[in-house]
C-alpha cells in the first residue's frame, strides 16, 4: 500500500469516485510536471452544499465544507494521477467563499482545506493560498476551491 493511501486510511478517509466537470472544462490538465486542478465545491449527499458564511452557515460549518472539498481533489488527482505518491508538492490552493459582504473569515473557512493536505501530504501539503470573499458561486455551493501541484 503506498504511503499516501496509508495516510488516508489511518485518517479513515476513502476517496469517492472523482467528479466529472458542470460544463465546457476538464477537471485536471498537466503540463510538464504541473498539474492544475478545476474548483471543486463543496457537495453533500452528491449535491451541491447550499449556503453563505456569514448569513446561513458559520464558519465551523465552512471549514468543514472545505475540509470536504480537499478529499474531493484528492480523489481528482488520484483519478489524474493513478497513485497519490506521485504528488511532490501541492503548490498552490486558491478558494472562493461565498460570503456577505461584511464576512472576514474566508481564511479560516478555507483551512478545513489546508489542514486536511497537511495531514496526508505532510511537508509535501504545505501550500501558498488565496482566499477571497465572493457574491455568488456557481450552483449556490458555499464553497470552491482549486488547486495546483508539482508531481512526478
Not at 467528479?19 to 453533500?44: D, E, W
Amino acid at each position: 500500500m503506498s504511503t499516501i493511501a496509508q495516510r488516508l486510511k489511518e485518517l479513515q478517509i476513502e476517496l469517492p469516485t472523482a467528479g466529472a466537470p458542470a460544463a465546457a472544462y476538464v477537471m485536471s490538465a498537466q503540463t510538464g510536471n504541473t498539474l492544475f486542478l478545476s474548483g471543486h465545491i463543496a457537495k453533500k449527499d452528491g449535491k451541491p452544499l447550499v449556503g453563505k458564511l456569514g448569513l446561513t452557515m458559520n464558519t465551523e460549518e465552512g471549514k468543514l465544507a472545505a475540509r470536504s472539498i480537499a478529499i474531493d481533489l484528492m480523489a481528482t488527482m488520484q483519478a489524474h494521477l493513478g497513485n497519490l505518491d506521485r504528488v511532490k508538492r501541492i503548490v498552490k490552493v486558491m478558494s472562493l467563499v461565498n460570503s456577505t459582504e461584511t464576512y472576514t473569515e474566508h481564511h479560516l473557512v478555507t483551512n478545513g482545506c489546508s489542514e486536511l493536505l497537511f495531514e496526508v501530504f505532510g511537508e509535501a501539503g504545505k501550500h501558498a493560498r488565496s482566499a477571497f470573499g465572493v457574491a455568488q458561486i456557481p450552483l449556490g455551493a458555499c464553497v470552491e476551491i482549486e488547486l495546483i501541484a508539482e508531481v512526478e
